[in-house]
């Protein structure tokens, strides 16, 4: 297995990504290795900007293809659950955390539903 990098995009700045599809690759170069858009930190997730458009590209650093990696994007962000979360803002953390336990609530009841399907065949 290799390694693997996920970006997200603001569809809102799509137009700035085709003006300028370099600039494109190499903002995700520097996600890709966990670094921010000003080169001064290192961080799992970042976000950048190309041309006059701000935070359309959120990369998460790559990270081994055998470690698993829990997202939650919403609100024109991602963010990481769990390992990979280097967040200092508590609250950010509890929000997400809230977020993905509905989800995986969610989850839980639909795979009882199909659960119960496959049970009536």
């Given at each position: 297995?290799?390694?693997?990098?996920?970006?997200?995009?603001?569809?809102?700045?799509?137009?700035?990504?085709?003006?300028?599809?370099?600039?494109?690759?190499?903002?995700?170069?520097?996600?890709?290795?966990?670094?921010?858009?000003?080169?001064?930190?290192?961080?799992?997730?970042?976000?950048?900007?190309?041309?006059?458009?701000?935070g359309i590209i959120d990369v998460l650093a790559s990270h081994?293809?055998?470690?698993?990696?829990?997202?939650?994007?919403?609100?024109?962000?991602?963010?990481?659950?769990?390992?990979?979360?280097?967040?200092?803002?508590?609250?950010?953390?509890?929000?997400?955390?809230?977020?993905?336990?509905?989800?995986?609530?969610?989850?839980?009841?639909?795979?009882?539903?199909?659960?119960?399907?496959?049970?009536?065949?």
């Amino acid at each position: 297995m290799g390694y693997m990098t996920t970006v997200t995009l603001l569809n809102d700045g799509w137009s700035n990504i085709e003006a300028d599809p370099n600039g494109f690759v190499e903002k995700v170069k520097l996600g890709m290795h966990g670094i921010s858009e000003d080169n001064k930190r290192e961080k799992n997730i970042n976000t950048y900007s190309l041309g006059n458009h701000s935070g359309i590209i959120d990369v998460l650093a790559s990270h081994h293809a055998d470690e698993a990696r829990l997202l939650l994007i919403y609100q024109n962000a991602m963010t990481a659950i769990g390992y990979g979360n280097d967040s200092k803002s508590i609250e950010q953390r509890k929000r997400a955390l809230a977020q993905a336990k509905q989800m995986i609530k969610w989850e839980e009841e639909q795979i009882k539903k199909l659960e119960q399907e496959s049970l009536k065949r």
